[in-house]
């Protein structure tokens, strides 16, 4: 395998890997499950576990500019959380509570559904599925350069349609918190929070469709300014409507919505007046609505299989709600979710280099390099895991201050550190599994791995942890150790057991050739 020609190192939008016969599309491959692990000891079958440094150093220069732009965005709410949450206790856990219910019945379904729409309405006609979660862009790297734009207004309609749904949602959160058995308070301030965040969902849905235009061109480092600058301004106008206008508690919100704006308005700018997309980018077309149809088709069953995990965490937050210091409990429990959210960005940008990786390697044959990739990505992942986790245990007071000076709620989240260690651990491993599972065409599969292990393990043994056994708000969080360790464990097995000469990227077509 050494003598191989390695495949493009990180995602090539020019890729040709020739997977489906003829330009006229003959000869095409019939998809071949994984098959059983064989005794063959050739280079493909073994594990290569030493530092390559130019795989190092192309893994840290794609992901870095990816994990800036995720958490500047994941960022943008949460400044709102801690200025609503230095007003008072019952503040912080409405605005925990708002943000988290809002995360994830709003802005993480917005990534996962608009990921898939654009990867479906693009990729529908090309045959290649899974464009941007490997980052292919075989519509930029095929020269369909007018039908770009068409995409992307596409994935906007659809984007557009789901926000209006989730706005409903958010309408009328107040009474479903309540039916959760929710303090009626704490819903109360909640429901206030997510209205004023109901522009801010229709503007971070349209994000997520720019970015991904963006990023099928290549197109990544302008991203990092177009987040950062954002989130920058955000501090201020937070500050502003907070403190100088009187907006208090709901001006908090109001905040995120107006810096999403902007940072849209920031990218459809750069979008419209560039020459860079003169090609990409042809004004508006009533064409794309014939795209949305198919992309929908698509995306409603795969992002509620893909909402698993988010939504255990979610559950975490309620069942939190249930304790008889509710207000603390849901505060800390929150903080837990959005501390372990930030450090799963630094390994969402290696999950998304492995999944371009892998399928690259795969798409050229060169298994070996694809399993040299996944051992450097994991690596990469636990060592800023680790380094992640020295800054939390040794300032996690002056972080959790930074949302509350309420002395109970830093000793609890101080007492709850050491579990959080452990899951930022397994986060950042099961992060790039799952990422190898999406460059092999495992979705549907890691999907019901997600499943099992958050809501048949997870969730059942953080309710015995908690209620039965009496550890409280440690004992949801042990749940969910639990779900992650057997998540980790699975995909680690078939990563390890599969026979990775079967597979091909044939697999990943399977996917959405029904939407074509």
Not at 1 to 14: K, R, S
Not at 160 to 175: D, N, T
Not at 431 to 460: D, E, K, M
Request: hydrophobic share 50%.
């Amino acid at each position: 395998m050494g003598e191989e020609a390695a495949a493009p190192l990180l995602g090539d939008v020019h890729l040709n890997l020739n997977l489906h016969g003829d330009a006229d599309g003959n000869d095409r491959k019939e998809v071949e499950l994984p098959a059983a692990p064989t005794n063959r000891t050739d280079d493909s079958r073994r594990w290569m576990l030493g530092w390559d440094w130019a795989e190092v150093a192309g893994q840290l220069t794609f992901a870095a500019p990816m994990v800036a732009t995720s958490m500047a965005y994941y960022a943008i709410p949460l400044v709102s959380v801690m200025y609503a949450g230095r007003l008072g206790d019952i503040q912080l856990a409405a605005a925990t509570l708002g943000n988290s219910w809002g995360t994830v019945t709003g802005i993480a379904l917005m990534v996962i559904i608009t990921s898939i729409i654009y990867s479906s309405i693009m990729m529908g006609p090309t045959g290649l599925s899974g464009a941007l979660e490997t980052l292919c862009g075989q519509g930029y790297g095929a020269k369909a350069y007018r039908m770009m734009g068409v995409y992307l207004q596409a994935s906007m309609v659809t984007s557009a349609l789901f926000s209006v749904l989730v706005s409903l949602l958010w309408l009328y959160s107040e009474p479903v918190l309540v039916f959760l058995r929710q303090d009626p308070e704490v819903s109360r301030l909640a429901a206030v929070f997510l209205r004023y965040m109901i522009p801010a969902q229709f503007a971070y849905g349209f994000i997520q469709c720019t970015l991904r235009f963006l990023q099928t061109q290549s197109v990544v480092m302008p991203l990092v300014a177009f987040s950062l600058l954002p989130l920058a301004i955000h501090v201020g106008i937070t500050h502003a409507f907070v403190n100088y206008l009187g907006l208090g508690f709901a001006g908090a919100a109001m905040a995120t919505s107006v810096s999403l704006w902007l940072s849209f308005l920031m990218l459809a700018a750069y979008v419209r007046f560039s020459d860079m997309f003169k090609d990409t980018w042809g004004g508006f077309t009533t064409e794309a609505l014939r795209h949305v149809l198919p992309g929908m088709k698509l995306a409603i069953p795969s992002a509620v299989m893909v909402c698993f995990e988010y939504w255990s965490i979610e559950i975490l937050v309620l069942l939190a709600g249930l304790m008889p210091e509710s207000q603390l409990s849901t505060s800390v429990i929150a903080m837990c979710a959005n501390t372990e959210a930030i450090s799963y960005m630094i390994t969402y940008g290696f999950a998304a280099v492995i999944s371009t990786r892998v399928s690259n390697e795969l798409g050229a044959r060169n298994i070996a390099n694809a399993k040299k990739a996944l051992t450097v990505s994991l690596a990469l992942s636990l060592m800023l895991a680790v380094a992640f986790l020295l800054l939390l245990g040794l300032g996690h007071e002056v972080w959790v201050r930074l949302f509350s000076n309420s002395e109970a709620v830093v000793s609890a989240f101080a007492s709850m550190t050491p579990l959080l260690i452990g899951s930022v651990v397994l986060d950042s491993t099961q992060g790039v599994l799952s990422g190898v599972a999406r460059g092999c065409g495992w979705q549907h599969l890691a999907a019901w791995t997600n499943l099992v292990a958050f809501y048949i393990i997870g969730l059942p043994l953080a309710v015995l942890f908690a209620f039965t056994l009496g550890f409280q708000t440690k004992g949801l969080w042990m749940g969910q150790i639990c779900g992650l360790f057997c998540q980790n464990c699975v995909l680690l097995f078939i990563t390890l057991r599969t026979d990775w000469e079967k597979l091909d990227l044939t697999m990943i077509n399977k996917e959405n050739d029904f939407v074509c």
